[in-house]
T-cell receptor
């Protein structure tokens, strides 16, 4: 069965702290895609990253970085020097059917609160 | 600006009434999706459409219906058969059914009184 687990329900940090959001996935597909989305209080999901299962290189985009490890089936997301605007719910997602179709399986999300 | 619009942002209905949520996109995307989000839960797929005049049930289709008569529109009807319809509903689209990068609308929060 395919599954995405985000064990951290809520995280609270003080501005400028680094924070890592965990994502563990289960799949039997050899090819798959992993995603991170951000949901600010307004409700709309904002796409952050898509990673192919063949590409295990870490990705950095400004203060955001992602660590993909197939050996542990994890795709963790780190925010460096967090800011109040980072406060949101973050979802990790996995493609179904090897990524050949649009269907995604979402984790339950991690609510991040960054306090000034 | 290209994007996905959902209206209204907030919707209130009495129990037993059907209600239709609007989703429109001007991205020229073939595939569209409806998700339901409950507090503390991830997104669960209700229905999806690979192309105009086609749609398929997702994981939690019972009590819902959709249509896809136009490429840009994918309305969702929450029927009286849906036992717990109060939730946040999100519409999404992707360029093609084979492309899994989805773009989301702002959502509609439905409250059934």
């Amino acid at each position: 069965a395919q599954k995405v687990t985000q064990a951290q329900t809520e995280i609270s940090v003080v501005e400028k702290e680094d924070v890592t959001l965990d994502c563990v996935y289960e799949t039997r597909d050899t090819t798959y895609y992993l995603f991170w989305y951000k949901q600010p209080p307004s409700g709309e999901l904002v796409f952050l990253i898509r990673r192919n299962s063949f590409d295990e290189q870490n990705e950095i985009s400004g203060r955001y970085s992602w660590n993909f490890q197939k050996s542990t089936s994890s795709f963790n997301f780190t925010i460096t020097a967090s800011q109040v605007v980072d406060s949101a719910v973050y979802f990790c997602a996995l493609s179904r059917y090897g990524g050949s179709q649009g269907n995604l399986i979402f984790g339950k999300g991690t609510k991040l609160s960054v306090k000034p | 600006d290209g994007g996905i619009t959902q209206s209204p942002k907030y919707l209130f209905r009495k129990e037993g009434q059907n209600v239709t949520l609007s989703c429109e996109q001007n991205l020229n995307h073939d595939a569209m999706y409806w998700y339901r989000q409950d507090p503390g839960q991830g997104l669960r797929l209700i229905y999806y459409s690979q192309i105009v005049n086609d749609f398929q049930k997702g994981d939690i289709a019972e009590g819902y219906s959709v249509s896809r008569e136009k490429k840009e529109s994918f309305p969702l009807t929450v029927t009286s058969a849906q036992k717990n319809p109060t939730a946040f509903y999100l519409c999404a689209s992707s360029i093609a059914w084979t492309d899994n990068e989805q773009f989301f609308g702002p959502g509609t929060r439905l409250t059934v009184l």
